[in-house]
């Protein structure tokens, strides 16, 4: 499958952002769906995850309560709601997807096979 990450930008502490990622290709629905996010300097790091249906999910300590990853099979598109950003979030995020069983979500990287190219998200203080 193929994916696209788009909605990135440059924004303002306390600002929203809303990522998106499109695939194409295959069903959207087989595979669960993650994003991670890099700065400058730093390693990749998981931000959230979610399940094939949707019913499971999980966060980063660090962005819990702020930041709602959704997805519309139909549509097949992952969603990446970010509340309150601060200089923090700054960071090149990603999309990736795994085939895998109903159900599951995936927290680490290297379990993921099917990586978009990355989105820009810059917020500044």
């Known amino acids: 499958v193929q994916l696209q990450a788009s909605g990135g930008g440059l924004v303002q502490a306390g600002d929203s952002l809303r990522l998106s990622c499109a695939g194409s290709?295959?069903?959207?629905?087989?595979?669960?769906l993650g994003w991670f996010r890099q700065a400058p300097g730093k390693e990749r790091e998981f931000v959230a995850a979610?399940?094939?249906?949707?019913?499971?999910?999980r966060y980063a300590v660090s962005v819990k309560g702020r930041f709602t990853i959704s997805r519309d099979n139909a549509k097949n598109t992952g969603i990446l709601q970010m509340n309150n950003l601060n200089p923090g979030d700054t960071a090149r995020y990603f999309c990736?997807?795994?085939?895998?069983?109903?159900?599951?979500?995936?927290?680490?990287?290297?379990?993921?096979?099917?990586w978009g190219q990355g989105t820009l998200v810059t917020v500044s203080s």
């Open positions: 990736a997807v795994r085939q895998t069983v109903i159900g599951a979500v995936i927290t680490t990287s290297g379990s993921y096979d099917n």
């Open positions: 290709g295959r069903t959207f629905s087989d595979y669960a």
């Open positions: 979610i399940s094939r249906a949707g019913t499971v999910k």
